[in-house]
DNA sequence: GCGACAG
DNA sequence: ATCTTGTCGC
């Protein structure tokens, strides 16, 4: 589709191009999501390392996991994180025997500087439903959303039109910091929301997410 | 000019 | 993300 070995201005260029390809509505069909996944990685020495984990929905039982280290990422600037993660995420997809129904993101989606994060970047990519699940901010506002779990606030951002309201800020777990959830390609904000809901196992992180992170920090590749 | 800034 | 000891708060 198009080439990662790009300069900062080629990424951003990108960015503003393809920022338009994003849906934000349903592509598939809520009540027959039978598998997700959940990518992640870590970077030492100067290498990548992407986690993909595909679990059944709404059983949450590990499937099939891929792992595979890619050299020389992308150099880690605010907004152009897809760059950094991409190209190990997409080689680790590849590998895959399944193709999950949707893909989980560790990192921001449409709550983006130009609203189209790592979430969104590979699921236009790869025109894969998707939803980013941040843990910490990027861009937008909100206010501290409700103590219990599943309460959430909205994330919102001012444009030049006005306030876009670009995410959610869930409580996935009473007493920790909520999660930034937002999407990615193909859902709407409510049923990502509700998708990441049901992934919850009394964590922080959704399932799919939490497992990829783990794995991804057990720097070993078979 | 001075902060803020996914992982 | 990664590097890292003790320590403040619930």
């Not at 997409?90 to 590998?95: F, P, V």
């Not at 699940?133 to 937008?140: E, M, N, S």
């Not at 939490?210 to 078979?222: G, M, P, T, V, W």
């Amino acid at each position: 589709m198009h080439d990662w070995n790009v300069s900062v201005q080629e990424a951003l260029d990108l960015q503003e191009r393809l920022q338009h390809k994003v849906i934000l509505s349903n592509g598939f069909d809520p009540a027959r999501l039978k598998t997700v996944a959940g990518i992640d990685a870590s970077y030492a020495d100067d290498q990548a390392l992407a986690v993909v984990c595909v679990l059944s929905f709404p059983e949450l039982t590990l499937l099939e996991q891929a792992k595979i280290s890619l050299p020389n990422p992308f150099p880690y600037v605010p907004g152009l994180f897809s760059f950094r993660e991409g190209p190990a995420v997409l080689k680790a997809l590849e590998t895959l025997t399944l193709t999950p129904d949707l893909l989980i993101f560790d990192g921001h989606g449409y709550a983006h500087l130009r609203r189209f994060g790592l979430a969104s970047h590979i699921g236009v990519y790869l025109d894969c439903p998707a939803i980013g699940c941040a843990k910490t901010r990027l861009v937008g506002e909100y206010a501290p959303p409700g103590p219990d779990l599943g309460d959430f606030s909205p994330l919102t951002d001012t444009t030049s039109s006005g306030q876009e309201t670009i995410g959610a800020v869930v409580r996935t777990r009473p007493g920790s910091k909520p999660l930034f959830v937002s999407v990615g390609h193909k859902i709407d904000l409510p049923t990502a929301i509700q998708i990441i809901l049901k992934c919850l196992r009394g964590h922080r992180l959704p399932e799919p997410i939490r497992l990829a992170d783990q794995i991804s920090k057990e720097k070993y590749i078979l």
